[in-house]
């Protein structure tokens, strides 16, 4: 296909054509290649201006449409539909942007000038790779994400949820609320931040619509607008939500001690634990920094806890898939084991070592 490009460029009053000379700068386009038309015009954007392109693509047979005027974002949809209407596709059509970006921002006439005709020259280049676009209708998944569960966050949950949508809350802390829990008081009234907070974290929480995915993290996002495609881990909290109460008596006899995160390393926590005593969920989260002292400890390096997990919970044949990842003949090898895991489980501060099974 030969390529005809029509050029416009607008004075839009004084705005740009005070600055820039439009005459200089559509005769510089009129030798550029594959130019069959090259105007100036006081107001492109009027109904004459639109008939004057129209016009041009029935004439001359124009296969691409450039305007230099104002920004596309005010009148691209305008342009592209005079395309449309002479029968031309309208994602054939490029606009110059010469007011916002030369004419409003540049002083000096020949630079302004200068600057123009580089514009105007790229976007006549650039349309010529331009490719045929069609719109099509298709479905749209109705449920949304709310990224974020700070005072915004949650704001946005329930005002989704509460119009009838399906909300995903993702926060990547172990409870909702953000940093304005952290804060005294909140200006201008000088409200307690949590006072605020702590009913709108009850409220996310007890809200049908909303599912609360805590302690998590979007990883990867694909697709487009209406259907994307959104990969989150969750982050173990190694404690069933759902079966925790947060009573807290688990944190009362932890024996391991750490700088308090939430309070700014200003205080201590446990390595179970929750931000704060009003958080949502109230379910506690244990801070693994490591292997578990009775896995590090075997020679083979075997994942103890998880098989002593599994034992308890009557789900014998993983668990003796879990022992062979690292140990080939757990039947053998089990009856020299010394049993170090014993001998270095935390368990016994509290009572006595968890016991493992081995073959007399």
């Known amino acids: 296909m030969t390529l005809r490009v029509g050029f416009y460029i607008c004075h839009c009053g004084i705005n740009i054509a005070s600055k820039v000379r439009v005459e200089e700068v559509a005769e510089y386009i009129s030798h550029l290649k594959n130019v069959a038309v ?10 004459p201006g639109q008939e004057l392109i129209e016009n041009d693509i029935r004439e001359y047979g124009l296969n691409r449409v450039v305007v230099a005027s104002c ?7 305008t342009f592209q539909g005079a395309c449309r209407r002479a029968g031309l596709n309208p994602y054939y059509f490029q606009m110059a942007s010469v007011r916002e970006q030369v004419s409003w921002v540049t002083e000096d006439e020949d630079i302004a000038t200068r600057k123009a ?10 349309v010529q790779f331009h490719y045929p676009l069609e719109t099509r209708e298709v479905g749209v998944h109705p449920d949304i994400m709310v990224v974020g569960g700070g005072i915004a966050g949650m704001q946005a949950a329930l005002d989704l949820g509460n119009a009838g949508h ?5 926060e990547k802390d172990t409870t909702i609320g953000g940093h304005m829990l952290q804060f005294d008081k909140t200006f201008p009234t000088l409200d307690c931040a949590a006072c605020i907070g702590t009913p709108k974290m009850v409220e996310v929480a007890q809200n049908e619509n909303i599912e609360l995915l805590s302690y ?13 495609t959104v990969t989150v881990r969750r982050k173990p909290r190694y404690v069933v939500e759902g079966v925790c109460t947060g009573c807290g008596e688990c944190m009362s ?14 205080s201590r926590r446990k390595a179970i634990y929750r931000s704060f005593p009003q958080a949502v969920p109230i379910t506690y989260v ?5 292997r578990a002292p009775c896995t590090t400890t075997c020679p083979a390096g075997t994942n103890v806890q998880g098989y002593v997990q599994l034992i308890g919970q009557g789900r014998y044949e993983e668990a003796v898939r879990l022992i062979m990842e690292r140990l080939p003949l757990p039947g053998v090898l089990g009856r020299v084991c010394p049993h170090p895991c014993e001998a270095a489980c935390r368990r016994s501060e509290v009572d006595s070592p968890v016991s493992t099974y081995r073959p007399e």
Do not use: Q
């Open 38 to 47: 090259s105007r100036d015009y006081k107001f492109m954007c009027s109904d």
């Open 71 to 77: 920004s596309p974002r005010l009148h691209e949809k």
């Open 117 to 126: 005709k580089t514009l105007a020259a790229a976007a006549v280049n650039r």
């Open 166 to 170: 399906k909300v995903y809350l993702v």
């Open 216 to 228: 998590s993290e979007v990883e990867e996002v694909s697709g487009y607008i209406g259907n994307y």
């Open 253 to 266: 006899v932890c024996p391991v001690s750490m700088p308090s995160g939430w309070d700014e390393g200003l």
């Open 286 to 290: 244990i801070d693994k920094m490591d």
